[in-house]
């Protein structure tokens, strides 16, 4: 039983130890810092099923203390009686297990009180993980903020600023002006071109007739 429980309690301790001591980078991409996040809760999920095995092995130590004081007493009773029967087997009997069961309790006694300072360590330990993870956590939400508020300020700057090389709405309006007024010069160019031509055909075809 005690080789179990120290085996439960160093694997405890050394996921609690690898966790804690993982490097955070301060600037992590938002991406990594979510399957950060994802990994945090996995491991702090695993750990509290360990801490409450734990937890349930330190009752079997104490229900194994209490089978043993019960049986030391009931020997103690019994090497009373051998002793006013005067049967010297059932003394030495008597006596030798009356040592047993009280050596057993002692054993007990000590390996539940280490276990108790044990499970109190790791439970702090584990209390600070979690504050971790919840750290984590705000960061991840701060994070996720920032990254929204970036991607509708690129939108909206892409929706007010269509064009960068107009800075402002005066600037568009003048563009749109000066294409209309090229337009209607150019058409009226095209149209005194065409009467030019026009007038320009009918003078030779008057000098053909004189």
């Not at 600023?161 to 294409?179: G, V």
């Not at 160019?189 to 031509?197: A, K, P």
Request: proline letters at 1%; hydrophobic letters at 35%; aromatic letters at 6%.
């Amino acid at each position: 039983m005690n080789a179990f429980w120290h085996r439960v309690k160093y694997t405890v301790q050394e996921d609690l130890n690898k966790w804690m001591d993982k490097p955070q980078r301060k600037e992590n991409p938002l991406e990594m810092l979510n399957q950060y996040f994802l990994d945090a809760q996995k491991q702090t999920a695993e750990i509290g099923k360990l801490l409450e095995r734990q937890g349930k092995l330190k009752e079997e130590l104490e229900n194994e203390r209490q089978d043993a004081e019960l049986m030391a007493m009931k020997r103690r009773h019994q090497l009373e009686l051998a002793e006013e029967t005067g049967e010297a087997e059932l003394i030495t009997f008597a006596q030798e297990e009356v040592e047993a069961y009280e050596g057993r309790v002692a054993r007990l006694s000590a390996s539940i009180q280490d276990a108790t300072q044990e499970l109190l360590s790791l439970e702090r330990k584990f209390e600070e993980m979690k504050h971790r993870v919840k750290d984590m956590r705000v960061r991840q939400l701060q994070l996720m903020g920032k990254e929204n508020v970036t991607r509708a300020k690129e939108k909206m700057d892409r929706f007010v600023k269509p064009d960068q090389s107009f800075s402002t709405l005066d600037d568009l309006h003048s563009y749109i002006e000066n294409l209309g007024s090229g337009r209607r010069t150019t058409q009226s160019h095209s149209s005194m071109e065409q009467r030019l031509d026009s007038l320009e055909k009918s003078n030779a075809k008057t000098q053909d007739i004189v």
